[in-house]
């Protein structure tokens, strides 16, 4: 089966072509990080307009690229939540009309549910191969932190979420309060290598439950920059990359192996943005008793090949052409 499937839910346009849900023939991504970098952060409405100016070159590239044609497809899958209005709007209305002007399926994904099945495209198992199950997925982005235990395709238990900032949110104010720059995670990361010490910050554990917090952490880097003068010094400034990374990174961690480790999950998938932190990665592969399997870096970013891997194995389908297919920004797992 061949899908052709589109990613616009924040500030990526992505189009990707994905065969049997584990084989990528084409991933196309026209990146906004270098207009939304002026900004410290994302616009939504010029995030939505420049969708409106990719969608089109991105899609005839993805297609070119898989050496294939339009109608070669057996399905079109699109995330339709959650995610900025404006973006998603732009992708659901540009697979709709495709899919009616071909009268091909249209498949509506979820685009955390996305995010774990990039582990199918990294590590591919047949759909009925069942040896990943139950699994614990720590879902870590600029938007969500959430534990989901998977028991089998398309069923999840939530076990444990974030109670204010996501851990990528929680980067990206980090990143502007020690003036390093946008995107928060590869800054801090970038900064924390040089460090000669580790800022001593606080870790919210919330006892009793898998929960997240991240906002007291952010209010304590607040208090040593205006403190200390962190920003002033580069060595103070790295030392304090290094401890926030280090107090968010330990939380993830511990809450990630205490759930999986609970709910008697057989491995562990982390997925998302934040996924491409290599502390993370290599805290979690260390400590963890069961095996954990994380992304390459270019599948833990927002893209189209890990839609159409979760259109294959859990996608909603729509009816002929998908007219009543609507965007759900605030489409939970």
Not at 78 to 98: C, D, H, M, R
Not at 206 to 229: E, P, R
Request: glycine content about 10%; charged content about 15%.
């Amino acid at each position: 089966m061949k899908i052709l499937s589109i990613e616009t839910s924040c500030d990526e346009t992505a189009v990707a072509v994905v065969e049997d849900g584990t084989r990528m023939l084409s991933n196309v991504v026209s990146s906004q990080i270098d207009i939304h970098r002026r900004y410290g952060g994302i616009v939504p409405e010029v995030a939505s307009r420049q969708h409106m100016l990719s969608i089109v070159p991105v899609y005839e590239e993805a297609l070119q690229s898989a050496g294939l044609v339009l109608q070669d497809m057996d399905r079109i899958a699109v995330t339709y939540g959650p995610g900025l209005a404006g973006s998603l709007l732009v992708g659901v209305n540009f697979a709709k009309a495709v899919a009616i002007a071909a009268g091909i399926p249209l498949f509506g994904v979820n685009h955390m549910e996305a995010h774990v099945y990039a582990n199918w495209l990294a590590f591919p198992i047949d759909a009925t191969d069942t040896s990943r199950f139950p699994c614990l997925c720590l879902i870590v982005s600029g938007g969500h932190t959430e534990l989901q235990l998977m028991t089998g395709h398309g069923q999840y238990q939530l076990v444990g979420h974030t109670r204010d900032d996501a851990a990528g949110e929680a980067f990206d104010k980090a990143a502007r309060l020690l003036n390093l720059g946008y995107p928060g995670g590869p800054v801090i990361e970038q900064a924390a290598r040089r460090a000669t010490g580790s800022l001593a910050l606080p870790r919210a554990w919330l006892k009793g439950t898998y929960d997240f917090s991240f906002s007291g952490l952010k209010t304590a880097l607040w208090h040593a920059v205006n403190k200390q003068q962190i920003v002033d010094d580069p060595e103070l400034t790295a030392n304090a990359a290094a401890g926030f990374q280090e107090a968010v990174v330990d939380v993830l961690v511990q809450k990630t192996l205490t759930a999986a480790m609970d709910h008697g999950a057989v491995c562990i998938l982390v997925s998302g943005g934040v996924a491409a932190n290599s502390r993370l990665r290599e805290r979690l592969t260390q400590e963890s008793p069961i095996t954990v399997l994380a992304p390459p870096l270019s599948f833990c970013t927002d893209n189209a090949a890990m839609v159409g891997a979760c259109s294959y194995f859990s996608g909603t389908p729509s009816s002929p052409g998908g007219p009543e297919l609507d965007v759900l920004p605030g489409l939970s797992l």
